[in-house]
Nanobody
Framework: QVQLVESGGGLVQAGGSLRLSCAASTRSFSTMGWFRQAPGKEREFVAT????????YHADSVKGRFTISRDNAKNTLYLQMNSLKPEDTAVYYC????????????????WGQGTQVTVSS
């Protein structure tokens, strides 16, 4: 059974940093990424990475502040979040697809349980 297990969320002050991790139970994914969902809002694309090539894409709202990366040896996905803002507060989900996927949630086959990130002003 495929599992994605996130960690690293928490409470941080505005301007601070957090690093999210997502441990995958298999390395058979073509694409992995992060989405987030704030209360009362739809799920929002954050970043994605092509696992083999390492190509990355970041949403405009996080570009220059967040960085997605992966560790092949550990089957682990990361999201380094710097210069956090209160509007970054959300549940962050690790996602994975066996094919090529981009910015639409329905393109991803697997979702983690989510980790809460709260940024105080």
């Amino acid at each position: 059974q495929v599992q994605l297990v996130e960690s690293g969320g928490g409470l941080v002050q505005a301007g601070g940093s957090l690093r999210l991790s997502c441990a995958a139970s298999t390395r058979s994914f073509s694409t992995m990424g992060w989405f987030r969902q704030a209360p009362g809002k739809e799920r929002e694309f954050v970043a994605t990475i092509r696992w083999s090539a390492g190509l990355t894409y970041h949403a405009d709202s996080v570009k220059g502040r967040f960085t997605i990366s992966r560790d092949n040896a550990k089957n682990t996905l990361y999201l380094q979040m710097n210069s956090l803002k209160p509007e970054d507060t959300a549940v962050y989900y690790c996602v994975a697809s066996r094919g090529v996927a981009y910015f639409i949630p329905q393109q991803y086959d697997y979702w983690g349980q989510g980790t809460q990130v709260t940024v105080s002003s």
